[in-house]
């Protein structure tokens, strides 16, 4: 009995080992880690994103030693980001990728004429690349993508009007993503813009953000991650 009992035992042990080598075997077929299944698990049940595997994180706990600042006067203050520059305000950080998403936490608009999220940069110091401009003082109020060359911005390639929207004093967590040409912006998981353009495709240096006129903003936390699915 005790022998019978022993067996069973062991061949539960087997049964369970099979099936975590299977499930091993199919996690890496489709690139999956166990790393990744752990994190899901714990994002879903604590809200805990610092498990994921980023190229950049920044929660403003710290100092801008990770950023270089090239326009106006940025600061953290309470553990947020915070610029109130008159005219251009500029920083960028360095990630070296291609395709990523770039996610901002808790930003919050006090005043002025809004705020862009800058990528796929070259030259920082007059930038090659595009923006994703939250802003409020474009024809009422525009979610936009634009094209930069030295420094210079164009004429949205893509825009969306919305003028009812919360602009002001309120935290919003927006989204970039840049997946070869193709750009989609969200604004609290809600897609408000989308464009292509492929003029600087392979640049791959820097993103960062960007102010002007009179902006008063603040950012809780700034994320460069993969593109989902990858």
Partial sequence: MLKQKGQGLVEYGLILTLISLISVGAMSLTGTTIKDVYCGISEKL?????CQSYYFFDD???DLSNWNVVHGTWDIIDGKLHTKSAGEGQIFTDIDQKEYEVELGDVNLKSGDGFGVVFKAEDTEAFNGYTFQYDPGYA??????????????????????????????????IKVSVNGGQYTAYVDDQIVCQGYDDTWIDNTKSVGLRTWSTTDVTFDSFSVNPVQGE
């Fill in 46 to 50: 604590s809200g805990d994103k610092n």
């Fill in 140 to 173: 009422g109020g525009s979610f936009i993508f634009r094209k930069w060359a030295n420094g210079h911005e164009f004429a949205p390639f893509a825009r969306n009007d919305v003028s009812d929207f919360d602009w002001y004093n309120t935290d919003h967590d």
């Fill in 60 to 62: 403003f706990e710290g």
